[in-house]
């Protein structure tokens, strides 16, 4: 839990980390299409490091992690754009960034771990409280006049703790799962 949480962290933070100079350097527009799908192959390379040893087929996890960050970010902010972009509809714009990355993430995963359910809701709760509390740092480290590269790392970092920390615990939880039998059909 606490290497799942740590890697998430630190991917969210490396991944984030060039965003101001993406945006800077090719526009906001496709900086927030280059940042996520950094952001995922970060976050996706670090957790496959750990889920190696534990998944035996975890081949796809790197590409389908950064497949699943770019489409997530990319639906997410279209929701919170066309719902007018205040806090409830960036929560629901989070869901959505949420459902979609768990989505992307179960073929890896189902192999050996079939549970799909509690798999998303750990990714929905995760990143909607990442929001909450990214949200609550973004306007402490505002008015602190810290750099904005600098803010965007930390509070990357922090978010990805805190998505971490949540889905690290229903991952584990998910495995320690008994297998479900199933009774055979009665002829």
């Not at 984030?16 to 945006?23: N, T, W």
């Not at 979609?100 to 079939?114: A, F, G, H, M, Y």
């Amino acid at each position: 839990w606490v290497g799942w949480t740590a890697v998430t962290g630190l991917g969210m933070a490396l991944g984030f980390l060039p965003a101001e100079p993406l945006a800077e350097l090719l526009g906001l527009g496709i900086a927030q299409v280059i940042a996520p799908l950094i952001a995922g192959i970060w976050i996706g390379f670090l957790q496959w490091l750990l889920l190696r040893a534990y998944v035996t087929n975890i081949h796809d996890w790197i590409p389908n992690a950064g497949a699943g960050w770019m489409g997530g970010y990319a639906l997410g902010l279209l929701t919170i754009k066309t719902l007018a972009g205040g806090f409830w509809e960036a929560v629901f714009g989070y869901i959505v960034f949420g459902v979609v990355v768990s989505l992307v993430q179960w073929p890896p995963l189902r192999r050996e771990i079939p549970n799909l359910p509690a798999w998303v809701l750990a990714n929905v709760l995760g990143w909607t409280a990442a929001l909450v509390i990214g949200q609550l740092l973004g306007g402490l480290y505002l008015q602190m006049n810290v750099q904005p590269e600098v803010t965007a790392a930390l509070i990357s970092g922090i978010s990805g703790l805190t998505a971490g920390a949540n889905t690290g615990a229903a991952l584990i939880w998910i495995v320690r799962q008994p297998e479900r039998t199933y009774p055979e059909a009665v002829a």
